[in-house]
Every structure is written in structure tokens, then in C-alpha cells.
């Protein structure tokens, strides 16, 4: 067996469940994958030397204790990361993909913290702050020069959901995309209207912007809003966009609301950009940057 996941119930008798993991742990000394929803004191007395991928709910100081019985974990996935709850002062580590689902407290510096642990061997990092319609995305934070931004991290990818990152170039989050030099690839979900001058702060090594869940299309409630709001807000970022931008690919979505994508089309029809009208099951656009 290499993969397994376990719903692991913490409880004061939970002795037959201990003496079960233990037994369990034992008997697949080749396992790989490993998702729990909690994680009992027996995990680190016998941990599982193979894993690489590890998956679980996040509790104050795991994350040491995770980077450091598992030597070859790659890729980790802490759920209910609570913001401020990991120390800056971290084992070595390996790691290659991390996935942070978090509450909206800090959220600047939430997304600082993990941005310390992107050092050298992680690539890819995926942040998901916890939230919905009573409260749809972190409150705005201003550039600050005593926000602490390593530039340092060799990360090609990044996936920001419900985190409006272009929606306002004057805030500590656009500080700290811009202080990624080696991004490549950004994924943005659940976004709120794009910035006109959005684009104006994209890393220079950025090559693939994606963005999908459109909140300024399914958050609007108002019987007179503009549902395209978000659409109309992107296209107008890409035809303010510095950028030179080679390709845009886009899915309406197939679904009985698909999105109005006409507005982007018209963009690139007018700064003569490649346009491509995909048939996904998700809406989505993609924007393929030219090299600065």
C-alpha cells in the first residue's frame, strides 16, 4: 500500500485507536501518502519514514514536528492553518508543493510566513483563505516598509484563492507578489474586480496568469448590478496592461449562467492579442505574458 487516508478520532480512551495506527504504521512500511484529520501522538513515536505527501488539520507547532519526522516529505497540506500559528525558526526541509487553508486574520502576514518556508526546493504554493459571503476576502492592508519580503524564493508557481491581489496595486499583498522573482505561474480565484492598472504589477518572470470562480460575477446580488462586472473590469486591465500579452484563452463555463466573455474578446481584438474561445466545464481566462 503506498497511499491511505484516516479519519482519526482524538478522544480521552482512545487507546484501541492508537494501538490500531500502530499496527497499521507497522504493517505498510512502504507508504507514501498519508491524509489524516487529526494527529495522534503515535504518528511521531513510529512515523512513517516514506511519506512524501502528508495531508492533515493544522494545530500550533505541528509543523515542526512534521518537518521533521518525515525527511522525504515533497508536498504537505495543512487545512485550518490558523495565520500566525507556525514559527519562523523551521527545520530543513525538502518540500516542493505546499497548500495553506486558512482563516482571514493577518492575512498579509499569513501569506509572508509561508512565503519563508518557498526557500530553494519549493515550487509551487497554493494559499486558500477560508471564507463566503458574510465575509468574502481578507481586509485590505497598505504597503508597508516594514513588511519583511525574501526575495530569495526560487517559487515558479502560485494559486491565491479569495485574496484579492489586484484589486488594489497599493496593497502589502501586490508588495509581496512583486517580490517573487522567479514566478512563472499564478493562479487567482474567487477575485474581486481587477485594478485597470492591474497588470502593472505582475512580476517580470511571470508568464501564465489564470483566473476562475469570477466574485465580482456570482457575489452580486442587487437586482440592477452588473453581473460582467468582474469581465468588463479585466478587459479594461488588459487594454491598460504594460505588459505585452501574447495569448488569451477563455471558457464561459457550461452552465445554465455562463459568463459573458465579449468584453475580454473585444480587448484583444483591439490591442491585438491571440484570442481563444475554449469548451471547459469551468470559466475561466488565461493570459499568456511575453517576456520583459
Known sequence: MHGASLDYQLCSESGPLDLGLEQFLTMTPNLKTLFMAQCPLVLWDMPPLNISTFATTFAPGILPSILEQFPRLQNIHLRDCHVMSFSLDLPKHNLRTIRFDSSHDHAVAHFARALTLCFDTVHHLDIRFIGGFL????????????????????????????????????????????????????????????????FSILPPSLQKLTVSDYYGYWEMRREDADNNAFLLALAKSINMSPRKMTHVIASNGRRWNAYDLSPVAAACKFEDIKYSDVDEKDGFVQILCGYL
Open 135 to 198: 465575509q468574502p476576502t481578507p481586509f485590505f492592508s497598505p504597503r508597508s516598509s516594514s513588511l519583511k519580503c525574501s526575495s530569495n524564493t526560487n517559487l515558479r508557481s502560485l494559486r491565491l484563492h479569495n485574496i484579492s491581489v489586484f484589486s488594489n496595486i497599493g496593497s502589502a499583498y501586490a508588495q509581496l507578489l512583486q517580490n517573487l522573482p522567479a514566478l512563472q505561474e499564478l493562479h487567482v480565484s474567487n477575485h474581486m474586480c481587477f485594478d485597470s492598472s492591474a
